[in-house]
């Protein structure tokens, strides 16, 4: 048997579980990791959070992050505002701004007076090797200084028009009328698992409602729709201004609560909630595997 503590935690609907991998050592395979997040034989999360104590000197701790699906990836920025509240609740550091390294870098992660927790998001790029993201052929159209591409999606008479976003993961935007009535179930897969896309993507819905605000879904890779994508609220806005659409800071809306972006063409910068709802103990042995 082995026991692990974990705490439950999400950050506007996009929810966690956070384990502490500095005073506990941790390893779980993509397997344990699917059945820990499997909402009827687990315990339920879109990411799992694993905090361990730091490769490299500049950073206070290392923050890795898991898909649903067991798969390890680049960045969280909802679990990234859970992680600081995670480390100063938990005790493991006083910190603040604290420093997180993820695969790509480090993060600046500042909790605030108020609350809310606003992280430096790190770089955004727009090359599609950066997704990567293979355009080859595909017809492109330019709108302000942002390249859409005509995406053809198995099934689909039309193609989708992707603004492909890379903050360090991998997105793919387009705007859309209402995200209400956007087909995010039915064409959220096509896109997550195109073949375009060599390590798959997570496909934003954005809809434009004024010049500093926007309304977005976000079917995730690895996890499916989510109530928030905070690297995907950073690749809408981030889209959405060099279309001409938007002007920083954005206030996104998403079904879980609201992110503020801001960025000046070089700095990106996410606002927004941390909350942490219980904690309690697992037994891998419990765990039922696929
Ligand atoms: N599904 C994402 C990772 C989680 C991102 C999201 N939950 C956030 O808040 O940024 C990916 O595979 O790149």
Known sequence: MAFYEFTKMHGAGNDFIVLDGVRQQISLSPAQLRAL???????????????????????????????????????????????????????????????????????????????EVTVDMGICRFEPATLPFDPDGLTTRTTGEATQWALPLEGETEPVWIVPVSISNPHAVQVVTDVDTAPVARTGPLIESHPRFARRVNAGFMQILGRHDIRLRVYERGAGETLACGTGACAAAVAGIRLGLLDSPVRVQTRGGDLTIRWDGTRLAMTGPATTVFTGRFDTDTLVGD
Do not use: K, M, W
């Open 37 to 115: 997040a499997d909402r009827r034989f687990g315990i339920g999360a879109d990411q799992i959070l694993l905090v361990e104590p730091a490769q490299h000197g500049e950073a206070d701790f290392r923050y890795r992050i898991f898909n649903a699906d067991g798969s390890e990836v680049e960045h969280c920025g909802n679990g990234a505002r859970c992680f600081v509240r995670f480390v100063h609740e938990q005790g493991l550091s006083d910190r603040n701004p604290l420093h997180a390294e993820i695969a790509t870098g480090t993060l600046t992660l500042t909790e605030q007076a108020d609350g």
